[in-house]
């Protein structure tokens, strides 16, 4: 069932489709043609693996749910994840949390993994929505915060990717962003393999993500551990993407 606060953000038109599983999918053809998405377990064993983020990444898992801790408290307004993924770092914070919270995600596959993940969270409260991040069901600015974890290194478009988290967030909001960079001599090493295998878009350093994310935001506070950035932006106004 489509809570009814949920419902209240969606552009006209547009609806989410209750198959009964806990995911609401945008799209039902897709999600129904999608009922197995292999990779999910792989990205858990790995991404939550604390050596290979240490090893590879020179960064920590504490580090990627402390940033998602404080996207969290960063508002009292609705949350909307975007790419959340099987939920490995924001889970417990979720479960936790008070704020009314929407994790999207193109994978039908994590975000079941998602939904197992967040147990018997209110559902009243935490909606799954099987969604692409280039066609999202929202109304342009109904969210308080938008965070993005982990999405922008994946995308040659990274701009209008960042547009379009700037469009879901309400004027004085905030989003919260991540991006795998190539700042050490390990993480550009294996940047450059995950594109060579078509997994990320051309490798990208501090300084380039940090203007592109400006060049929208104009105020961004940036912090980097290892190969992995961490951006806070303010919205001062909510334009629609390009």
Known sequence: MVNQWVANLLLPGRQLYDLGDGVLP???GVARSSLYDWAAPGYDAMVGSALYNRLVWQTSARSYATFAEAALTSGDGPLLDVGGGTAVFT????????????????????LRRAARRLGDTDPERVCLVHADLFDLPFVPGS????????ILHLFDDA??????????????????ATSLVAETPRAHRML?????AGEVAVPRNQQHVTRLAGGEFGD?????????????????????PS
């Open 26 to 28: 945008a799209l039902p």
């Open 91 to 110: 889970a417990a914070g979720y479960r936790a949390s008070a704020r009314r919270i929407v994790l999207v995600d193109r994978s039908l596959g994590m």
């Open 143 to 150: 969210f308080a915060t938008v965070t993005a974890h982990g």
């Open 159 to 176: 701009k209008r990717v960042v547009r379009i988290l700037r469009s879901q967030v309400e004027p004085g909001g905030s989003v919260y």
């Open 192 to 196: 450059r393999l995950l594109h060579s």
């Open 220 to 240: 961004v506070e940036p912090q980097r551990e290892g190969g992995m950035l961490f951006l806070r932006a303010l919205a001062v106004a909510a334009d629609s």
